[in-house]
Structures are given as structure tokens and as C-alpha cells.
């Protein structure tokens, strides 16, 4: 029996009525074990921060935006893959 993957998107969440959304903070990097729960990023308006957890176990394996972003809702921030078993 071998393994597969699955990918599961960072997508911006929808924080309220706000125009700007800043990216200001990635806590891991490319490669780094992620626990369910973990607060991946940190993402800030112009009333408060949101920070953004994992919704699953598994391996950053993607970062689509940098440190310092200007963002919208519904924009991919980075992917989390995790191991399957077939």
C-alpha cells in the first residue's frame, strides 16, 4: 500500500467590511510540519488581527503571498498537503 496526498488551500476569510486586509506575518516556512490548529499567518485590517489557523495536519507546501500583502477575501494565501493513506 503506498500513500497519496490532499491539498487544502489558505483562502482569505471574510473579515467584515474592510478594504484592506495585510498579510503581516508567516509563523512557518516552506516545508515546516503543521499541526491542526496552528496559527499559520497573521493577517491584519485597519480594526484588528486575525490570525490563521490550520484546518488540518500536514506540510506548508505553498506560499502564493508574501509578508507585507495587500489581500482580498476569497484570495489563496498558501497550500497545506498532507499524507493519505490509499
Avoid at 503506498?2 to 495585510?22: A, V
Avoid at 506540510?59 to 494565501?77: P, Q, T
Amino acid at each position: 500500500m503506498g500513500s497519496k496526498t490532499e491539498d487544502f488551500e489558505l483562502i482569505t476569510p471574510d473579515l467584515g467590511d474592510t478594504d484592506k486586509i495585510e498579510l503581516v506575518r508567516w509563523n512557518f516556512r516552506l516545508g515546516d510540519q503543521i499541526n491542526e490548529g496552528a496559527e499559520v499567518c497573521e493577517l491584519v485590517t485597519d480594526k484588528a488581527s486575525f490570525p490563521m489557523e490550520s484546518p488540518i495536519n500536514g506540510i506548508l507546501a505553498r506560499i502564493d503571498r508574501e509578508k507585507g500583502s495587500v489581500i482580498k477575501k476569497g484570495e489563496i494565501l498558501g497550500m497545506i498537503r498532507r499524507k493519505v493513506s490509499e
